[in-house]
């Protein structure tokens, strides 16, 4: 069975600074696709960025990136220029290509600090 | 903006009583999951439909939970009887079921078992 890894429960990081969030997986598939997700006090679920396993070329999207690490079965997400609304928990996720089932990791509770 | 729609918001209850919350995907979309947030365990898997059919229930103690999608526009999640133990935030999200099509999510019930 598929299973994710947020090693991370906590973290803090000074505004403006970077950040990286770490999320290991197993499984034993070739085709499947890796998530982030934010969640805010608001408790709203906001995806961050995604990722194809079949493309080694990492992820962007603005201040977020992640370090795709296929044979390790790693991916990391890296918060650049942090702000205060970064405050959130974040989820790693992995959706299976077949049968279509997301997978989430226990979270990582990230504080950015003024 | 299309929204999963989750009811109610917040429930209260004492052990033993029956629970049901309700769930109303993105039209569209063919694929529901049910989640629970606690502390420990992050984002449980707890069920999930594609085409309105069971896919997977693996992760929902079936002795007092139950999972139906009655039609592509209602799901719900019954608990019965209650459990101080069930407290928690139970998620409803869709998605398009294809490709990496990310998840949509409600903005979550948060159940407490008194």
């Known amino acids: 069975a598929q299973t994710v890894t947020q090693s991370q429960p906590e973290m803090s990081v000074q505004e403006a600074e970077t950040v990286t969030l770490s999320c290991t997986y197993d499984t034993s598939e070739n085709n499947y696709y890796l998530f982030w997700y934010k969640q805010p006090p608001s408790r709203q679920m906001i995806l961050v960025i995604r990722?194809?396993?079949?493309?080694?070329q990492n992820a962007t999207e603005n201040r977020f990136s992640v370090n795709f690490q296929k044979a390790a079965k790693s991916f990391s997400l890296k918060i650049s220029d942090s702000q205060l609304g970064d405050t959130a928990m974040y989820f790693c996720?992995?959706?299976?290509?077949?049968?279509?089932?997301?997978?989430f990791g226990t979270g990582t509770r990230l504080k950015v600090l003024a | 903006d299309a929204r999963v729609t989750q009811t109610p918001r917040h429930k209260v209850t004492e052990m033993g009583q029956e629970v049901t919350m309700r769930c109303q995907p993105i039209?569209?979309?063919?694929?529901v999951f049910w989640y629970r947030q606690t502390m420990m365990q992050g984002l449980e898997l707890l069920a999930y439909?594609?085409?309105?059919?069971?896919?997977?229930d693996s992760g929902m103690p079936k002795d007092r939970f139950s999972a139906e999608m009655p039609d592509a526009t209602l799901a719900t999640l019954k608990i019965q009887p209650s459990e101080p133990r069930d407290s928690a935030v139970y998620f409803c999200?869709?998605?398009?079921?294809?490709?990496?099509?990310?998840?949509?999510f409600g903005n979550g019930t948060r159940l407490t078992v008194t």
């Open positions: 996720a992995y959706l299976t290509s077949g049968t279509y089932k997301y997978i």
């Open positions: 990722q194809e396993a079949y493309k080694q």
């Open positions: 439909f594609r085409n309105r059919a069971p896919l997977d």
């Open positions: 039209l569209g979309h063919n694929t």
């Open positions: 999200a869709s998605a398009q079921g294809v490709d990496n099509s990310p998840l949509h």
